[in-house]
């Protein structure tokens, strides 16, 4: 069985022996974006010349985030409820969340959504039976403007013929889902998941240029980021344990964890909206070749010399001088030991915001009844894997110094970050192939899963 991953920067094959359930073969080779089919036939005949036999590449399945994956904007009523919910359903489905807008959209809004131009809009708002005014008012809105991305409705259920009636009368395309808030502090993101997924297939797609390889597999079956999500899960359930699955490149951090996430002091009050078994988070900001300066002033660049104990070797020039030369030329890979150090300190600062961000938290709080700790978001402490993927964690000469990040600290210990994780790293890039078979051969992908991680780096 062949599995593709036709990703922005690199295409990645792997072969697996769906009877052995064991990888026989992987290969890479850079995406050529204007014609796909060219950096696939190029990872091919690497494949080829391991000798692999061709009864293994009958079978070609394939998952992409090609042309910087699947872009959407959220719109919802409430920010911290509806606009949550929609940037939930869109991450778990693969997509980048690249703007959220809640309330009444006006026209400086709707003049950034069309500069924006994304894959798809996502438009929630109001319960079943709730609030219908703002939602058909922003669907009004989107519907006159001169976006012409596919549009998802996952709102108040009462409104859906009429969303659905003001874009066929300006002939734009529309899918309605379940309601991603049905009532409150409730998230139904299935429905939506699958109908993103169904549009990532039927016209992403074609939008990518991906269409130019369907001669050659069997089905483009979803973005990489969910294969992903779902390697996660088949890890979690051959291990019985949570999984923490951190991926840093140069334009993400991603991180993606498989876990209930409940309090495990029965003392702890949990509150907020509830939290998904697995959950994905996009870091945007936190790319170590697009976002280097924005990691870098986050953490403070003395501050950020000093814990690396770099402030000897670099000064502040040179630092600005990387920042400057890395930003630009993404490709740009570390010369020398101090700009491996550099790079390391990078990727260790970007997987520590990111799991901070994902993870849950403890809050205290006073009540007649004394001081009680309020949780938010999930609890990681009991988490028993983490896996690293990606290039700067991959082809790192110390790969645990940058995912320790993602640890428990003891400075900071209201965030639920994991205690006593094993730490793996996927060096075969083999994550994409697992989670593409779960939806194929569940239980091949859990036979593969469970072998590979007796071959995983465990460091």
């Known amino acids: 069985m ?15 022996d769906e009877f052995s359930k064991r990888l026989i073969a992987t290969a890479y080779s850079p995406t ?51 606009v949550e919910a929609a940037k939930r359903a869109a991450l778990g489905a693969g997509a980048k969340v690249i703007g959220a807008y809640s309330f009444l959209l006006m026209n400086r809004q709707v003049s950034e959504i069309e500069a924006i131009k994304p894959d798809i809009i996502l438009l929630a708002g109001g319960t079943d039976g709730g609030d219908r005014k703002t939602v058909v008012h922003n669907a009004e809105r989107i519907a006159s403007s001169k976006s012409d991305a596919p549009v998802v409705f996952a709102g108040n259920r009462e409104a859906a013929d009429r969303v ?81 699955v951190v991926d840093v490149g140069g334009a993400t951090t991603d991180v ?48 950020f ?55 849950g938290y403890l809050e205290e709080m006073w009540t007649p009844m004394g001081k009680v700790l309020v949780q938010y978001g999930k609890d990681l402490t009991a988490t028993g894997m983490i896996i690293g993927v990606g290039g700067p964690i991959v082809y790192s000469s110390k790969p645990r110094e940058i995912l320790e990040k993602a640890l428990y600290d003891v400075r900071t210990p209201l965030l639920l970050k994991p205690q006593n994780p094993r730490i793996y790293v996927d060096s075969c890039y083999i994550l994409f192939a697992i989670g593409l078979i779960s939806k194929i051969h569940p239980e091949i992908a859990e036979g593969i899963a469970w072998n590979y991680l007796n071959q995983m780096r465990l460091i």
């Open 305 to 359: 010399l000093a814990n690396s104990k770099l402030a000897e070797d670099l000064d502040l020039e040179r630092v600005d001088g990387l920042i400057e030369l890395w930003s630009r030329k993404t490709s740009a890979l570390p010369d020398g030991d101090v700009e491996e150090r550099f790079d390391r300190q990078l990727a260790a600062c970007a997987v520590e915001i990111a799991m901070n961000r994902h993870v």
């Open 2 to 16: 062949l599995l593709i991953d036709i990703g922005s920067t690199y295409t990645k094959l792997a072969v697996l």
């Open 164 to 244: 659905e009636n003001i874009f066929e009368q300006v002939g734009k395309e529309i899918h309605l889902a379940d309601n991603v808030m049905p009532t409150v502090s409730k998230i139904n993101v299935d429905s939506v998941r699958e109908i993103i997924r169904e549009v990532f297939l039927k016209r992403i797609i074609v939008a990518k240029g991906l269409d130019k390889i369907n001669q050659f597999i069997n089905a483009i079956v979803f973005p990489t980021p969910v294969a992903v999500l779902e390697a996660s899960k088949t890890f979690a359930r051959v291990t019985h344990g949570g999984v923490v």
């Open 256 to 303: 993606h964890s498989v876990a209930e996430g409940n309090p495990h002091d029965p003392q702890v009050v949990l509150k907020g909206l509830p939290e998904p078994y697995a959950k994905r988070t996009v870091e945007g900001d936190l790319g170590v070749r697009h976002n280097i300066s924005t990691i870098v002033n986050t953490v403070g660049k003395k501050e």
């Open 32 to 82: 050529t974006i204007e014609d796909v089919s060219v950096g696939f036939n190029h990872a091919l005949d690497k494949i080829k010349n391991q000798s692999v036999p061709d009864d293994l590449l009958y079978q070609k399945y394939a998952c992409s985030s090609a042309a910087g994956g699947l872009r959407m904007i959220a719109v919802g009523l409430v920010p911290e409820l509806t």
